[in-house]
């Protein structure tokens, strides 16, 4: 159940919404410092994030709406409440890709710079991003024992946190954010790298985030489905496999294309 952060009689704001913002803003803020550097122009990377921003909320929404139909088309209203949760974030990267390969090519802009760009800050938003789940008691794996996950050093506020329905849960949502602020981490040294090739980052992003889903996927109770297939994970392998052509594709071009020009 959705969570209220502040109360202003009228207007109510809730944790989830605030996680998944703050999450936007801080991403970015680190794709325009880094797009600074690399002298990218701001009037085209402003309109890039708001279009983006705007545009992968609504495929978010969209996403996760589509596979809960029935539901949606008995109480349309629902559709309107993202505060409550119900923001798949492949629907979301795949409306935002739709927009950086529609603005780029309009703009003649490298797509694969961009995105190189663009993944460092995705990924961190969506470690803050979780957190909005935990707050509305949501994506949560299956039932344990409390001595188990204090036997994984998580902290006892999550712990009392997945104290759902009288059971202890997996903190799934929170196994997540730890692996994306990894991943964060090891982007923000690998873009460093002098020999990094355009696209690469965007492979390691797509392989790094694909592996954890998939594993993540399969420990949820609240997966959406497609028949007795579980979407995220199918999504999860198809991350893998492209960002691996990806990146074999990169280690073959001779050409000195690299990041950092």
Not at 99 to 108: A, L, S
Not at 142 to 171: A, D, R, V, W
Not at 190 to 205: A, E, H, M, P
Not at 241 to 248: K, N, T
Request: charged letters at 15%.
């Amino acid at each position: 159940m959705e969570k209220v952060a502040l109360d202003l009689g009228v207007v109510q704001i809730y944790w989830y919404s605030i996680f998944i913002f703050i999450g936007m803003l801080v991403a970015s803020i680190m794709i325009f410092k880094e797009s600074q550097k690399r002298g990218i122009d701001e009037d085209f990377l402003l309109n890039l994030i708001f279009n983006t921003v705007i545009i992968g909320i609504i495929g978010a929404r969209v996403y996760y709406v589509m596979f809960n139909l029935p539901y949606y088309i008995s109480n349309p209203i629902e559709i309107l409440k993202i505060w409550n949760g119900g923001l798949a974030i492949h629907g979301g990267i795949i409306a935002g890709l739709l927009v950086i390969i529609y603005y780029c090519k309009k703009h003649n802009v490298n797509v694969w710079k961009i995105l190189d760009i663009v993944v460092v800050g995705l990924i961190v938003a969506q470690a803050i991003g979780r957190w909005g789940n935990f707050f509305n008691g949501e994506a949560y794996g299956p039932i344990t024992s409390q001595s188990h996950l204090k036997s994984l050093g998580i902290p006892e506020f999550i712990i009392q946190g997945m104290y759902i329905l009288g059971e202890y849960h997996h903190p799934t949502f929170f196994y997540e954010s730890v692996w994306c602020l990894i991943g964060f981490i090891f982007m923000l040294i690998i873009r460093r790298n002098q020999r990094l090739k355009v696209g690469q980052l965007t492979s390691f992003y797509l392989i790094w985030y694909g592996i954890i889903r998939f594993i993540i996927e399969a420990m949820r109770t609240d997966s959406l489905m497609l028949g007795p297939i579980k979407v995220a994970q199918l999504v999860s392998i198809v991350f893998i496999i492209s960002g691996l052509v990806i990146f074999i594709k990169s280690l073959k071009n001779k050409s000195k294309d690299l990041y950092n020009m």
